[in-house]
Nanobody
């Protein structure tokens, strides 16, 4: 059994910062891709950033230069440092992990989401 849990969302003023965390636990052999997605009201879920198990990163154009994704493989945790936040960053942020399970097979696991609201 595998669980993925996000934390760190909240309300912040424009120009502020937040750090999201996502921890995977359970019968995990290894985690390949770890990524952050977001979904604003009335919009489709979109990729924000991802990081591979080797540390290669990729960002959506809308957040490049403001957001930084990182991971701690020993803790099976991925982080998203969000700086210079804008109202258009308001969304529910989801973590997705591509996990190889100890008893075999790999699947994508999603967290439950954490709300980020950027407003004055």
């Amino acid at each position: 059994q595998v669980q993925v849990v996000e934390s760190g969302g909240g309300l912040v003023q424009p120009g502020g910062s937040l750090r999201l965390s996502c921890a995977a636990s359970g019968s995990i052999a290894t985690i390949y891709l770890m990524g952050w997605y977001r979904q604003a009201p009335g919009k489709q879920r979109e990729l924000v950033a991802f990081i591979t198990n080797l540390g290669t990163t990729n960002y959506a154009d809308a957040v490049r230069g403001r957001f930084t994704i990182s991971r701690d493989n020993a803790k099976n945790t991925v982080y998203l440092q969000m700086n210079s936040l804008k109202p258009e960053d308001t969304a529910v942020y989801y973590c997705k992990c591509n996990i190889v399970r100890q008893y075999g097979g790999s699947l994508d696991y999603w967290g439950q989401g954490t709300q980020v609201t950027v407003s004055s």
